[in-house]
């Protein structure tokens, strides 16, 4: 529900339920273990036969980024699953998640014609998502995108490393925001001129995940390229990639200090309208004047 991340004379808390914390267990250690045994299979797979032997293996092989995209989609659902403990995900609650991740193959695909590097606002929009609807909302989000997405602009073995990347991105988002580390993004009341607050705080930490998420490419690509993890190594591929992340970063930002609080907002209203908070609700009929005849 709207405000939840915050309760009078009560310490915030980074994880409201048990659910959050296994999710950030799956994120943290489950995924992390995949991208690594991953990354030993491309560095030690078999070299691919010539066209007229091709096999069935040579096929697994040579889709093997697809496939890794698609198991680690399945498993980036699970955290988001998590959330409803006993009731059933509907098709509602998934739409808006469906909607948000479209978002960001359009805006990614759009922003591709500024001559900017890496100026996309896909990030953006997967912190928008995680705080409207939570932290295992904005890691499906940020899987979700960076697989679709990358169908466009070609599928490799980068994807699943995109996909972890912008879902954490989303994940911290969500925890950070319920912490209340953000302020009352999307809640707060106008002013006496009818303005609302700029999320500052939510703007920032937009900027530093365009940094944030650049790191985590330049390890893949450091593992992948290099084979040896060095700090030499870590600090020329982050000094090589400065100015693409410095341009996300801010990209990043802008849209969150354009649009972040009315986008949450309106994201808000939907999530009360239609139910979408993943919680099951138990309600008490009030008490009516006919239970006075029945006693």
């Not at 991340?5 to 943290?28: C, H, M, N, Q, W």
């Amino acid at each position: 529900m709207p405000g939840k991340y915050i309760e009078d004379g009560k310490r915030k808390k980074l994880f409201l339920s048990p659910r959050t914390r296994t999710a950030a267990l799956v994120i943290s250690i489950v995924l992390p273990v995949l991208l690594v045994a991953y990354g030993w299979f491309m560095g030690h797979r078999e070299a691919l036969h010539v066209r007229a032997e091709w096999t069935f293996q040579d096929t697994l092989i040579q889709n093997s980024d697809v496939l890794m995209g698609a198991v680690f989609l399945v498993i980036s659902a699970l955290p988001f699953y998590l959330v409803f403990d006993r009731k059933r995900a509907q098709a509602r609650d998934m739409v808006p998640i469906a909607l948000m991740a479209a978002m960001c193959v359009v805006g990614r695909a759009a922003f591709a014609l500024i001559p900017l590097p890496n100026f996309k606002p896909v990030s953006a929009i997967i912190i928008i998502t995680a705080v409207a609807f939570g932290p295992e909302a904005g890691y499906l989000t940020g899987a979700l995108a960076g697989f679709v997405s990358n169908f466009l602009f070609g599928q490799g073995p980068w994807t699943p490393w995109q996909m972890f990347s912008w879902g954490v991105v989303g994940f911290l988002a969500g925890l950070l925001y319920q912490a209340g580390m953000f302020g009352p993004v999307g809640i707060q009341e106008t002013d006496e001129k009818g303005r609302r607050r700029k999320p500052v705080l939510l703007c920032i930490y937009g900027f530093l995940s365009g940094f944030g998420y650049g790191w985590v490419m330049n390890l893949y690509y450091v593992l992948t390229y290099i084979g040896t993890l060095s700090v030499p190594a870590m600090t020329a591929a982050c000094i090589s990639s400065f100015f693409f992340d410095l341009s996300h970063g801010i990209c990043t930002a802008m849209v969150l200090w354009i649009t972040g609080e009315a986008w949450v907002r309106k994201l808000l209203r939907i999530k009360v309208k239609f139910g979408l908070a993943g919680e099951e609700r138990k309600y008490v009929m009030p008490p009516s004047d006919m239970d006075d005849i029945f006693d």
